[in-house]
């Protein structure tokens, strides 16, 4: 099976995404989604939560364990720490293509034309990578705290 990526979602305009608009986009979105593929693929999946005040309600853990998704099968991070979620170092990735040679954009539709075109371009190996170089990234941060705890 080859490796599929979801994304990108654009939020419609003048919508805040609050915990209910969250918990109404994956229950109309990505859980139709993610419920259509195989049970191979829906064990390997993890639901990543990066902190937003959307994902880290108390109802909307209470609406992600209803719909099945609980414990192992959502991962939250804990804040202010950036350099350990992989989510972070995409957006990264995708921030330099997008604004590549200094590129601007005069209308949100020109934005998010460059955002879809710049998404594509992100081979699957590199957002695979990320996840993976978590070992190497929590020895960096042990060693620049390390002597710090020193004290």
Partial sequence: MGIELVGPFRVPEG???TSAKYVEFMTDHSLPWYRRKNYAFRNKIIFMHDNAPSHAAKNTSASMAVMGLKGEKVMVWPPS????????NLWSILKQKIYEGGRQFTSKQQLWEAILTSC?????ETVQKLPSSMDARLVICYQIRAPM???
């Fill in 81 to 88: 720490s950036p350099d350990l979620n992989p989510i972070e």
């Fill in 149 to 151: 705890l020193q004290c």
């Fill in 120 to 124: 594509k371009q992100i081979q699957a």
């Fill in 15 to 17: 919508v805040k995404m």
